[in-house]
């Protein structure tokens, strides 16, 4: 049996790896600059964590998550997403007793039994916030700065993006604005696929998120959350736009933005490129006011978003090719003769504690051939030959200028970094 990965789940080779590095840095650094701390929740949690949090009744759980019993017999998960996983930290280690703001970021894989499709995988990787323990608008609003402050510093311009937002109400407008859908749909029964069927009678809500397009003329006519919206959530919602406002922050209302999970209450958005095809969405998120107290913690409102990493590596390769020839190396060290070589192996040594990048040929090739592996590969070549052993000294060749200078080891290794500019 020939052995390959998993269906929907892919190898991130050295090339890709490099851009993945300089985003999940930005990334990062990006993250502190709000105030978020990093979180590293296990990537195996209880199954019950995201029927209950993420809800029965979502394609995720319902259809896409890999559940399995551990030997024991305990049903277990791989998580689908990480909201639920930090809620569960944040209560488990009663995060909240400190009384403050929780303002935690994650990266890691998340796993979901999707059909894949270009952006679209069975094990994805997902950068996001969540900040824990505040109603106030302006925390919605600083979470969708962070958002489109993400795109401009890797690279996107607000251009070819767009936010999509609405709000969806607490829990006390629910119940009559899944009335309304219910009777909607009801009458529309016939036009919607079986899925929908099945989500009219376990939550209606999910039918505005079905791609089907023998749903979408009913999902077009359905009723708009925001006219079921009690007083409070209304001025919620009218401060955030109004503070989005102040700020700059291009949206687009879309009153049938729902999104695919059950915890959330109020705003709902996301964010969306017009380079991508039928995944398009660089990220969501949204307010979860209810989670932690459905998850056996104190009433704790959150909000928070996330993306997903290999969409964002699709957007910006697809403008810019990643770059398989780039020099990896300052220096590349290449012996002449067996006694050259045993120098040249302290060389590295002593270079690398001094923090230059060097490698050096291991599979025995020509001067030619390593010469041009060096021209690839870095900078500068560092040559060691017998006169170069018997004078204490090295060639250094710039491969870019082919200029070369001969310079005593003990000079050169004191700085290296003044010689390799
Ligand atoms: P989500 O919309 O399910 O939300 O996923 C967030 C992002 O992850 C999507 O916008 C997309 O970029 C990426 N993503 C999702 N599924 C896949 C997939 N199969 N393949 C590739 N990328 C994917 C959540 O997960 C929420 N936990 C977000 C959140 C955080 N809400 C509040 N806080």
């Given amino acids: ?108 894989p998340m796993f979901r039994y999707e059909k894949p499709q270009k952006g679209r995988q069975r094990q994805f990787h997902q950068y996001g916030v969540e900040a824990l323990g505040s109603l106030d608008p302006a925390l919605d609003a600083e979470v969708i700065d962070l958002a489109w402050h993400l795109m401009e510093r890797v690279g996107l311009s607000r251009e070819g993006l767009f936010l999509r937002l609405n709000s969806i109400g607490c829990r006390e407008d629910r119940p009559a604005y899944r009335e309304a859908l219910r009777a909607h749909f009801s009458a529309r029964r016939e036009e919607l696929c079986a899925d929908c069927q099945r989500r009219l009678a376990e939550n209606p809500l999910r039918i505005l998120d079905c791609k089907e397009p023998q749903c979408q003329e009913a999902i077009a006519a359905a009723p708009k959350s925001l006219d079921y919206l009690c007083p409070s959530c209304r001025a919620h919602f009218e401060e955030l736009l109004s503070l989005l406002g102040d700020l700059g922050l291009a949206y687009t209302l879309d009153p049938r933005l729902v999104r695919g999970i059950d915890y959330y209450t109020r705003t709902v958005f996301e964010l969306c490129s017009r380079e991508l095809g039928a995944q398009d969405a660089l990220l969501g998120g949204g ?74 040929d291991y599979l025995g090739r020509s001067l030619r051939k390593a010469m041009s592996v060096a021209a690839r590969r870095a900078r500068y070549a560092l040559l060691l030959g017998p006169d170069e052993l018997a004078q204490g000294r090295l060639t250094l060749k710039d491969l870019r200028t082919g200029q070369s200078s001969s310079l005593f080891l003990g000079e050169f290794l004191a700085n290296p970094r003044a010689f390799l500019a």
Avoid at 9 to 22: G, N, T, Y
Avoid at 61 to 87: C, I, N, W
């Fill in 1 to 108: 049996m020939k052995l390959e990965s998993v269906r929907g789940m892919r190898d991130i080779l050295p090339e890709e790896a490099v851009l993945w590095q300089r985003l999940e840095g930005e990334i990062r650094a990006l993250f502190a600059l709000y105030g978020y701390k990093e979180i590293r929740p296990p990537v195996v949690e209880p199954a019950e964590l995201f029927a209950r949090g993420v809800g029965e009744a979502t394609d995720i759980v319902h259809k896409e998550m890999y559940v399995f019993p551990d030997k024991k017999g305990q049903m277990l998960a791989l998580r689908p997403e990480a909201t639920a996983s930090v809620v569960r930290a944040y209560i488990e280690h009663g995060l909240y007793a400190k009384g403050d703001l929780a303002k935690l970021y994650y990266l890691g």
């Fill in 287 to 360: 307010r979860y006011d209810d989670l932690v107290e459905v998850l056996g913690g104190p009433p704790t409102p959150g909000v928070g978003f996330a993306g997903g990493m290999e969409r964002l590596v699709l957007v910006l390769s697809q403008r810019q090719p990643l770059d398989a020839a780039a020099p990896d190396l300052d220096a590349y060290v290449v012996p002449i003769g067996a006694e050259a070589r045993r120098k040249a192996l302290e060389l590295l040594a002593q270079l690398r504690r001094r923090g230059v990048a060097a490698d050096l």
